[in-house]
T-cell receptor, first 111, second 114 residues
Framework: GQNIDQPTEMTATEGAIVQINCTYQ??????LFWYQQHAGEAPTFLSY????GLEEKGRFSSFLSRSKGYSYLLLKELQMKDSASYLC????????????FGGGTRVLVKP | DVKVTQSSRYLVKRTGEKVFLECVQD?????MFWYRQDPGLGLRLIYF???????EKGDIPEGYSVSREKKERFSLILESASTNQTSMYLC?????????????FGPGTRLTVT
């Protein structure tokens, strides 16, 4: 089976930086996703990492270390609209295109 | 843009009723998924389908069944609804290739069983 852990909740100030960690245990690792989900809405894709290293996309960056079973999502220059849940999900062989999600991290941005 | 639509945003049903949740995607995706999302438990996979008429159990299939008669449509069926099936149900679709693993989600159906 797969085990994915991420913190339940984080609070940060507008303009600051927040790092959301995700650790996973899985065999046949084939990539890690980060999704953003605002309250009452569907999850939307943020990033996909399959190789080690940092991928940067504007204010959001995602890092992966396959040897450590570890990823983080970095949110810079926080804005109020970044208040949302952030979901870490792993895809693994031979599960095909199945994603296994962590419980999600609720981020609250305060003025 | 990929569009995944679900038949209802909100649904209230009685215990014992048969419930159908419909999902349609317009991107010719091979894979379709049904999840439920509950506070503190995250997204859990109920069933998925990787082709027409094909289905596979996810992590929590008990009490549910699915139907995929056409590529664009994936239905979730609650044979006899129970109060513990009150939840947010999310449908998603994705392509089959390694460069299309990203799943696109529908807006969700919040089901209340009384």
């Amino acid at each position: 089976g797969q085990n994915i852990d991420q913190p339940t909740e984080m609070t940060a100030t507008e303009g600051a930086i927040v790092q959301i960690n995700c650790t996973y245990q899985t065999s046949g690792f084939n990539g890690l996703f980060w999704y953003q989900q605002h309250a009452g809405e569907a999850p939307t894709f943020l990033s996909y990492n399959v190789l080690d290293g940092l991928e940067e996309k504007g204010r959001f960056s995602s890092f992966l270390s396959r040897s450590k079973g570890y990823s983080y999502l970095l949110l810079k220059e926080l804005q109020m609209k970044d208040s949302a849940s952030y979901l870490c999900a792993v895809i693994a062989r031979p599960a095909g295109n199945k994603l296994t999600f962590g419980g999600g991290t609720r981020v609250l941005v305060k003025p | 843009d990929v569009k995944v639509t679900q038949s209802s945003r909100y649904l209230v049903k009685r215990t014992g009723e048969k419930v159908f949740l419909e999902c349609v995607q317009d991107m010719d995706h091979e894979n379709m998924f049904w999840y439920r999302q509950d506070p503190g438990l995250g997204l859990r996979l109920i069933y998925f389908s990787y082709d027409v008429k094909m289905k596979e159990k996810g992590d929590i299939p008990e009490g549910y069944s699915v139907s995929r008669e056409k590529k664009e449509r994936f239905s979730l069926i609650l044979e006899s609804a129970s109060t513990n099936q009150t939840s947010m149900y999310l449908c998603a679709s994705s392509g089959r290739d390694a460069n299309s693993y990203e799943q696109y989600f529908g807006p969700g159906t919040r089901l209340t069983v009384t």
